[in-house]
């Protein structure tokens, strides 16, 4: 049974830091991208980073460019993303999600990605 679970969510003060997690359990990693999406109230699910878990490349959305890392842990088949100097339209809902996108320029395309994560909510607010 294909399962992400993403942990490492909470309450972050302005320019503060978090690192989320996705573990996932019955399939192996290796040939798949995973992504980290978010989801606003009222707002559409939107990517924000993608690693290839193959050759570790990585994508970002221009918003968290220099803000925001994604890693891979092959042996933990585990996924992290460190985020930094979070500001307060960065609150949303983030889920991880497993994907074979076709092309470079859809790694960060909700619709390319088959399996999905429960989400875990980060608010950033003073």
């Known amino acids: 049974q294909v399962q992400l679970v993403e942990s490492g969510g909470g309450l972050v003060q302005p320019g503060g830091s978090l690192r989320l997690s996705c573990a996932a359990s019955?399939?192996?990693?290796?040939?798949?991208?995973i992504g980290w999406f978010r989801q606003a109230p009222g707002k559409e699910r939107e990517g924000v980073s993608s690693?290839?878990?193959?050759?570790?490349?990585?994508y970002y959305e221009d918003s968290v460019k220099g803000r925001f890392t994604i890693s891979r842990d092959i042996a933990k088949n585990t996924v992290y993303l460190q985020m930094n100097s979070l500001k307060p339209e960065d609150t949303a809902i983030y889920y991880c999600?497993?994907?074979?996108?076709?092309?470079?320029?859809?790694?960060?395309?909700?619709?390319?990605?088959?399996?999905w994560g429960q989400g875990t909510q980060v608010t950033v607010s003073s």
């Open positions: 999600a497993a994907g074979q996108p076709l092309i470079a320029t859809m790694v960060l395309q909700p619709h390319e990605y088959d399996y």
């Open positions: 019955g399939f192996t990693l290796d040939y798949y991208h």
């Open positions: 690693i290839t878990i193959s050759d570790g490349s990585t």
